[in-house]
C-alpha cells in the first residue's frame, strides 16, 4: 500500500474505500449508502422531517435532495406530503416498509463502523474525532464565502 502524504488525497482515498465498503454492503438491501443516511436520520427525527431539514443535514443541495427523495419515494421507502401549516415545506417520513427495511440494515451498518474504528484504539478514535470536525468546520466555514 502506497503511504500518501497529501492530506487531501489520503482523506479522499479514505472515503472512496469507505463508500465501496458501504456500497457493497447496502446492495443487500437494494439501498445506496446514501438512502440508508437518510433513513437513519428520519429514524432519529421521530421518522419524519423537512425536506430543507433533510438537505442540510445532508450538506447539499435542494435540487439534490429532491433527486434522492424522488427516487426514495418510488421504492416506498419513504413519503413526502405537504406541511399542514405551510404548503411550501415539504415533509419527508419512512414509511412502514423503510422502517422495517432500516432495522434490518443497522446490523452492516454497525459493521462498517466498526471496520472503521477498528484501526484506532479508543483514544486516537477520540482524537480522530476532534480532527475531523475541526476539518469539517474549516471546510464549512471555507464554503461559506464562496
Known amino acids: ?4 502524504k497529501s492530506l487531501g488525497r489520503s ?3 479514505a472515503a472512496h474505500l469507505f463508500r465501496e465498503r458501504a ?22 427525527q421521530g421518522s419524519k422531517s423537512t425536506q430543507q431539514a433533510l438537505g ?3 450538506r447539499v443541495k435542494p435540487s ?9 419515494v418510488e421504492r416506498e421507502l419513504i413519503v413526502r406530503s405537504a406541511d399542514q401549516t405551510d ?11 423503510g422502517k422495517a427495511r432500516l432495522e434490518h440494515m443497522h446490523q452492516e451498518m454497525r459493521e462498517t463502523e466498526r471496520l ?3 484501526a484506532f484504539t479508543a483514544e486516537e478514535l477520540s482524537q480522530f474525532h476532534d ?10 466555514e471555507d464554503r461559506k464565502r464562496w
Not at 437494494?30 to 432519529?44: G, I, K, N, R, S
Not at 404548503?87 to 416498509?97: D, H, I, P, Q
Open 1 to 4: 500500500m502506497e503511504e500518501m
Open 11 to 13: 482523506i479522499g482515498c
Open 23 to 44: 456500497d457493497a454492503r447496502m446492495a443487500k438491501y437494494d439501498v445506496t449508502p446514501l438512502q440508508a443516511h437518510v433513513m437513519v436520520y428520519l429514524a432519529h
Open 56 to 58: 442540510e443535514h445532508l
Open 64 to 72: 439534490t435532495v429532491n433527486g434522492i427523495v424522488d427516487r426514495m
Open 87 to 97: 404548503a411550501r415545506r415539504r415533509l419527508v417520513a419512512l414509511t412502514e416498509s
Open 116 to 118: 472503521l474504528e477498528s
Open 131 to 140: 480532527f475531523v470536525n475541526r476539518m469539517i468546520h474549516y471546510l464549512e
